[in-house]
């Protein structure tokens, strides 16, 4: 996980593979209905930018981490 460890409180776990369409749509929707919650993406290896593209939104918001999967299986 990147980053400081998350304060305790709700966590959404959001399972990811080649979302890039999708993801920051959904991060931003998250965010928005629950504003005090935390957005784990749990990514399974995606081949397209959705780890990109959580990178970029972590960067600006703690609320949101990335967790990578070494492998897709």
Known sequence: MEGEPMQDGCTVILPTYNEEANIG?????????YPEFHVLVMDDNSKDDTQRIVLERSSKDDHVRLMVRDIND
């Open 25 to 33: 749509e959904m991060i931003d929707t998250l965010r928005e209905m």
